[in-house]
């Protein structure tokens, strides 16, 4: 059983003035924000079949940027009073102390509006509606639910499935069956990822008010069931990406293989359901999200390549 009080070193550590870097770093969840703004460009990328807009894309990747730092700092700041009693979370900006909830606000507020303007005049109105949605619904749908039910992990989820749609719809002006597909396996991908994460954390969420699937099925049987389940679900929809021709038989063999790898680390993780094997799920969720975009980005170029040689040896322009 963890400890239900901050230690002296997570003390001390929320008392040591991190460099500038490193504090915007942790508002905006450096880290998470780049994952966003990969999908994103994953997105821009395969609803480019003609070549890319590379001036586009740069925008697209901006704007993201800005609105996925807001709603991080959004959503720290909404959480600031439970992030407090985590430990996980003790050492962030605001509950350390090291910035006001007033910056934060401000800070938030003015990167939605720099993000929104750059999506709209660099790319199109369409991706600056749903970057703005997924903000939306990141602050005032998940963010809350998070405290009333654990469907908040799905909520979560659908926010994380829009990124790509912003780069797809950048790049199009509209949203094709591969665009949807695409969504629904970064939807499908959060749901075993953040489940493995809740188990390992299960007693620091709870501390904090969260309500998470782990915190009231207690053995870890439909935790471990649905992390199952969802990561079997990958496989379809890799194969699904390469039936509707936005991906090719490559990227279907990998799909499917990259999908078989999560479905073995849930299953290990619901025979033992332990920290141990919910930690490796975690990592092999990490392994899985880089493998599974350069896959598709690969194979895309690929068919790129043999679209244009059958052109050129047709003799159409």
Known sequence: MKSTTPTNEEVQNTQIKPSFAKL??????????LLVVVTTGAGFILASPLGIDWLTLLWTLLGTTACAGSAAALNQLAEHSRDIKMHRTLSRPLPAGHLSKAHAFVFGILLTYIGIAILSFGAN???????????????LVYTPLKTITSFNTLVGALVGGLPPLIGWVAASGTI??????????????QIPHFLALAWMYREDYERGGFTMLPAIDKTGELTARVSVITSLCLIPLALFLTVVGTTGILFAIIGTILGG?????????WRKRDDASARRLFFASIIYLPLIIVAMLADRETIQWIEMGINIGTGND
């Open 24 to 33: 915007y770093s942790d508002l905006t969840k450096i880290r998470l924000s």
């Open 125 to 139: 109105i369409e991706a600056a509606g749903i970057a703005l949605l997924t903000i939306l619904i990141y602050i």
């Open 176 to 189: 094709e069956l591969g665009g949807w597909i695409l969504a629904g396996i970064l939807f499908i991908w």
């Open 261 to 269: 790898f999560m479905t073995m680390k849930s299953i290990t993780f």
